[in-house]
């Protein structure tokens, strides 16, 4: 069992919501169990992201296709207001501007990339006074010939990282929070979409690659760019991410056969295995405390994907969900 000490055991995760087969927000108390569905606009629901305090979120809508009139609507991030559950648009960049990737600094900036004549570029923005209301205009953009996408704050805010390139393979950028002064990071690496994260002292980032033909986590110092491989195994090494308080490395891998959750010290050894069952894990998550870990997977005899909760100890793994429809993408709440 979760004890009580445990800080905020509240996640938000996307569910496919039979039988219309959209995707919706779902909010979880994992003390209780209890699930309520938080978004009801009829198309695709995801990407959530929580501000720093857990009072506001942001999501994307849209991106659903239409069989008849051929076209898929454009995709835009919404925010909601924890205490009134008020949903609104953060933008007004019109209908057709696609938007992904919303992400909370610190400070309470939001950075996200936005697709306008055929690249994406990231552009960094604030709310207004009432978090729920819309920007003004598009504000501090980072655009340039190549597609620049998925942008992640530094633990302090001071810098924001990014991909460039194409939206499955890319190299790492970083800047400095107002989107000056970027630079490129790797070279060559072929870094996987979302699978790249901040250690919490924001010295270094870790990602997953192909460059050597299989998944592999490699680790980049920021301030030289020097770049080495963690986890160095024929195996297939992907999802890493820090603990909160950067000692450890969780990620997933078949080195045992199967794929399975470990974890690894920030210089990747000592190397743990966690879970056992061989339940095709995906989309981990640390608790703000580092004492769990929440991720997705397939059951044993099912088809869907739920949510499990392990101790980052190690210990009996428990299904948080159970439905014959697809629940995954976990965050937990501040």
């Known amino acids: 069992m979760i004890g009580r000490a445990n800080p905020a055991p509240i996640i938000v995760y996307i569910g496919r919501y039979a039988p219309l087969d959209w995707h919706h927000l779902y909010l979880l108390d994992i003390?209780?169990?209890i699930s309520i569905r938080l978004t009801y606009f009829d198309n695709f629901n995801g990407q959530p992201a929580w501000s720093?305090?857990?009072?506001?979120?942001?999501?994307?809508?849209?991106?659903?296709?239409?069989p008849i009139t051929g076209r898929s609507s454009a995709r835009r991030i919404f925010q909601m207001n924890f205490f009134t559950y008020t949903q609104r648009l953060l933008t007004n960049n019109g209908r057709n501007v696609n938007e992904e990737n919303p992400a909370w600094s610190p400070d309470g900036r939001i950075a996200y990339a936005v697709f306008r004549s055929g690249d994406w570029d990231i552009v960094i923005t604030r709310p207004n006074q009432y978090q729920t209301q819309r920007v003004s205009n598009i504000g501090q953009s980072m655009n340039t010939s190549a597609s620049e996408h998925t942008p992640r704050w530094s633990p302090d805010g001071s810098q924001i990282a990014y991909l460039v390139g194409g939206q499955f393979f890319s190299e790492l950028a970083v800047a400095d929070a107002t989107g000056n002064h970027a630079r490129i990071l790797t070279s060559g690496m072929q870094i996987v979409r979302d699978e790249y994260d901040w250690s919490p002292d924001g010295a270094y980032i870790i990602f997953t690659t192909q460059r050597d033909g299989n998944y592999e986590i490699y680790r980049v110092n920021v301030s030289n760019g020097a770049i080495i491989n963690l986890s160095r195994h024929p195996g297939e090494d992907f999802s890493p991410k820090w603990s909160p308080h950067g000692d450890r490395i969780a990620f997933i891998s078949s080195r045992n056969g199967g794929l399975n959750l470990f974890l690894m010290t920030a210089d990747g050894v000592d190397i743990q295995q966690l879970t056992a069952a061989n339940h095709r894990p995906a989309t981990l998550i640390w608790s703000p405390d580092a004492q769990?870990?929440?991720?997705?997977?397939?059951?044993?005899?099912?088809?869907?994907?739920?949510?499990?909760?392990?101790?980052?100890?190690?210990?009996?793994?428990?299904?948080l969900t159970f439905s014959y429809t697809d629940h995954f993408s976990p965050q937990w709440k501040p």
């Open 292 to 319: 769990w870990l929440v991720y997705t997977a397939i059951p044993q005899f099912g088809f869907n994907r739920q949510l499990y909760i392990v101790s980052a100890d190690g210990g009996d793994v428990r299904q």
């Open 31 to 33: 003390w209780h169990g």
């Open 52 to 66: 720093p305090d857990g009072n506001y979120l942001l999501f994307t809508a849209g991106g659903d296709y239409n």
